[in-house]
T-cell receptor, first 112, second 112 residues
Framework: DQQVKQNSPSLSVQEGRISILNCDYT??????FLWYKKYPAEGPTFLIS?????DKNEDGRFTVFLNKSAKHLSLHIVPSQPGDSAVYFC???????????FGSGTKLNVKP | DAGVIQSPRHEVTEMGQEVTLRCKPI?????LFWYRQTMMRGLELLIY????????DSGMPEDRFSAKMPNASFSTLKIQPSEPRDSAVYFC??????????FGPGTRLTVL
């Protein structure tokens, strides 16, 4: 049973608008969360992370929000650009075991 | 600076054949991970090593799968005998002191 879930396999957004990608998890022991971006024929690349002691982390156009009570995190991209079109994976870890549990990914398409 | 190197990038083989995937982690990284990506299960961790020692192989699907890390700069994932359901993209990743895992470009395996 998947402990990290991304229920939206795809998302289409107009350039300049906000993209919101969602992720839910079931294991309350998770204390570190990451987002990875993946282009076709490439490996995933790290995008942004957040510790469970925070509820928000921002890096340029990318912001990750964590709602521990709802076991939910989201990635906001503002403004969205065509180059952001990729598959986005969320991942979770606990106690620095270095064992990431990945979601199944959401394919983002940003239309010019 | 070279990233994680994987070879081959593509592998097509027939059912029953032995398949060996190779990985060279980033120099200085002490953790190495093997992942498999499929449409059904997304990105799943197969095994990871710390300082060349296997730490968790609970994700290895069957005895047909084996992984080795004879030194800090090389690892192999072997499937013997291969089956069509093993067709997937296999990623190797490495990490150093921090949480971030750096992924290679992947090996696309097709078993006919």
């Amino acid at each position: 049973d998947q402990q990290v879930k991304q229920n939206s396999p795809s998302l289409s957004v107009q350039e300049g608008r906000i993209s919101i990608l969602n992720c839910d998890y079931t294991n309350s022991m998770f204390d570190y969360f990451l987002w990875y971006k993946k282009y076709p024929a490439e490996g995933p690349t790290f995008l942004i992370s957040i510790s469970s002691i925070k509820d928000k982390n921002e890096d340029g156009r990318f912001t990750v929000f964590l709602n521990k009570s709802a076991k939910h995190l989201s990635l906001h991209i503002v403004p969205s650009q065509p180059g952001d079109s990729a598959v986005y994976f969320c991942a979770a870890d606990y106690s620095n075991f270095n064992k990431f549990y990945f979601g199944s990914g959401t394919k983002l398409n940003v239309k010019p | 600076d070279a990233g994680v190197i994987q070879s081959p990038r593509h592998e097509v083989t027939e059912m029953g054949q032995e398949v060996t995937l190779r990985c060279k982690p980033i120099s200085g990284h002490n953790s190495l991970f093997w992942y498999r990506q499929t449409m059904m299960r997304g990105l799943e961790l197969l095994i990871y090593f710390n300082n060349n020692v296997p730490i968790d192989d609970s994700g290895m699907p069957e005895d047909r799968f084996s992984a080795k890390m004879p030194n800090a700069s090389f690892s192999t994932l072997k499937i013997q005998p291969s089956e069509p359901r093993d067709s997937a993209v296999y990623f190797c990743a490495s990490s150093g002191q921090g949480y971030t895992q750096y992924f290679g470009p992947g090996t696309r395996l097709t078993v006919l």
